[in-house]
């Protein structure tokens, strides 16, 4: 099994208090949850969350999922999902998507949001999801739209070599399906919208966003890709 060093994710990492009002913030309609409520249903199922980070998301899959198990490579996000779940069943552990500190086939979802699964070179993480799901079950990737503007023109605007078309392919051919999904970011007050802004995208390109953005939402694309594992599997 291949486990190597966890890739940082310089925004929760360095700033994980202003990324919490980002996770808020974001997908303030529900679109992300309604859509995944058809494509990976999750109550009374067993349910892994991969990149956890704090934790945010885990409360809201244990209120129906049969458990929950965040799983989470940075320390110290391992703590505060840990305390965020304090008194619940919910399980956080710190492992990676490489090397899930879990059995096999133990899980019916394995859920990752802007987590590891970026396209090429993810590959070990989609070998470790399926040795983890039982047949029948769903990995469910969510991640952003780098062609839905105006939050996808900053994030291209910050990674030129990103080519959407190519991640768009890697994940095809490896038997997923993928949607667009419409979100809207709701911030409370002008001072947390941009201080998410600077988090999210370097010094000029963050002055951009927060130029172009108006009032207190702003229009985030996602795309959502699923993959079932097998209910028979073939063997030579």
Same mark, same amino acid.
């Given at each position: ?26 997908? #303030? ?6 859509? =995944? ?16 980070? $704090? ?8 209120? /129906?999922?049969? #458990?929950? %198990? ?34 096999? +086939? ?6 990752? *949001? ?13 070998? /470790?999801? $399926? ?15 780098? !062609? ?7 994030? +291209? ?15 095809? *051919?490896?038997?997923? +399906? #993928? ?6 970011? *709701? ?10 802004? *600077?988090? /999210?995208?370097? !010094? !000029?390109?963050?002055? &951009? ?10 229009? %985030?694309?996602?795309?959502? &890709?699923? +993959?079932?594992?097998?209910?028979? =599997? =073939?063997?030579?």
């Amino acid at each position: 099994m291949r486990s190597g060093p966890a890739i940082p994710s310089p925004n929760i990492w360095h700033w994980p208090d202003v990324y919490a009002w980002e996770n808020a913030a974001q997908d #303030s309609t529900g679109a992300i949850w309604a859509h =995944l409520r058809e494509v990976a249903p999750w109550a009374g199922y067993d349910v892994v969350d991969v990149g956890c980070g $704090d934790g945010f998301h885990l409360p809201v899959f244990a209120a /129906e999922a049969a #458990s929950v %198990v965040g799983v989470e490579p940075h320390p110290p996000l391992v703590e505060r999902a840990r305390a965020r779940v304090t008194g619940t069943p919910i399980e956080v552990l710190r492992g990676g998507a490489e090397a899930l500190p879990l059995p096999d +086939r133990s899980a019916d979802v394995v859920h990752a *949001r802007t987590a590891y699964f970026f396209g090429e070179g993810c590959e070990p993480g989609l070998l /470790e999801a $399926d040795r983890v799901l039982r047949p029948g079950g769903v990995l469910a990737v969510v991640d952003l739209d780098f !062609a839905a503007a105006p939050y996808g023109n900053w994030l +291209r605007a910050d990674l030129p070599k990103f080519d959407p078309v190519a991640v768009e392919g890697f994940f095809h *051919r490896h038997g997923f +399906r #993928s949607r667009s999904v419409d979100t809207v970011w *709701r911030f409370e007050d002008r001072a947390t919208l941009e201080a998410v802004l *600077r988090i /999210e995208f370097s !010094a !000029a390109v963050a002055a &951009r966003a927060i130029a172009e953005t108006t009032g207190l939402t702003i229009d %985030v694309g996602y795309r959502i &890709r699923t +993959r079932r594992r097998p209910v028979t =599997l =073939l063997r030579a």
